[in-house]
C-alpha cells in the first residue's frame, strides 16, 4: 500500500451519500496527528479543484460547493480521515484525491448518477 489509501467511492444516485476514507497507516501516530488532510476533486476535462480540508486540531474548511453537505472528520487512533458526502448532486462526479505529507493519494471514483 502507498502512504495514502483512498476508499469509499461508488456509483450513486442524486441525493444520495457517500463516505471517502484516506488512510495514512504508513505515518507514525505523531505525523499522521500533525498533518493537515485534505481532498481534492477532479471531473474529466475539468483541473484539479479544492474541496475540503481539516488542520491538526480538528479545524476543516470547505469549498462554497460542498459546504453543508460534506463533512471532514479524523479519527488519529485509527490514522484515518472521513469525507462525510450528503445530497450528493451529478456535479460532484469526479475522481476524488487525498492530500497530506506533500502527498497525493491514487484517488477513488465518485458517480452521482440515476
Known amino acids: 500500500q502507498g502512504p495514502l489509501v483512498e476508499s469509499g467511492g461508488g456509483l450513486v444516485q442524486p441525493g444520495g451519500s457517500l463516505r471517502l476514507s484516506c488512510k495514512g497507516s504508513?505515518?507514525?501516530?505523531?505525523?499522521?496527528?500533525?498533518?493537515?488532510f485534505a481532498w481534492y476533486r477532479q471531473a474529466p476535462g475539468k483541473e484539479r479543484e479544492f474541496v475540503a480540508s481539516?488542520?491538526?486540531?480538528?479545524?476543516?474548511d470547505y469549498a462554497d460547493f460542498v459546504k453543508g453537505r460534506f463533512t471532514f472528520s479524523r479519527d488519529n487512533a485509527r490514522k484515518t480521515t472521513y469525507l462525510q458526502m450528503n445530497s450528493l448532486k451529478a456535479e460532484d462526479t469526479a475522481i476524488y484525491y487525498c492530500?497530506?505529507?506533500?502527498?497525493w493519494g491514487p484517488g477513488t471514483q465518485v458517480t452521482v448518477s440515476s
Open positions: 481539516i488542520a491538526a486540531d480538528g479545524v476543516t
Open positions: 504508513r505515518a507514525i501516530l505523531s505525523v499522521f496527528r500533525a498533518n493537515v
Open positions: 492530500r497530506a505529507f506533500g502527498l
